[in-house]
């Protein structure tokens, strides 16, 4: 695998129960917003992932889950 991927193929590798991490400050500034929405964009398909831990390294608001829905996809953020 390369060093670079799609946004679309880094949904493809969040399974079910996984821990996402994400760093950036907020949204503009290093939030991967691509990869919040291709997320949700793959729930919406096939309802999958669910149960994420998603853990943030820096201040992101509230993570997108607002902004992208991805309230539904985890089961706990640190």
């Known amino acids: 695998m390369g060093k670079i991927i799609s946004k679309e193929r880094a949904a493809e ?11 950036g400050f907020a949204f503009g500034f290093g939030f991967p917003e691509g990869l919040a929405k291709a997320l ?5 398909e096939e309802q ?16 997108g ?7 539904h996809l985890q089961k706990r953020a640190w």
């Open 13 to 23: 590798l969040v399974k079910d129960g996984d821990v996402v991490g994400i760093n």
């Open 40 to 44: 949700d964009q793959r729930f919406e």
């Open 48 to 63: 999958a992932p669910r149960n994420l831990t998603l853990m943030f390294a820096s201040g992101n608001g509230d993570g």
């Open 65 to 71: 889950r607002s902004d992208f829905g991805l309230d």
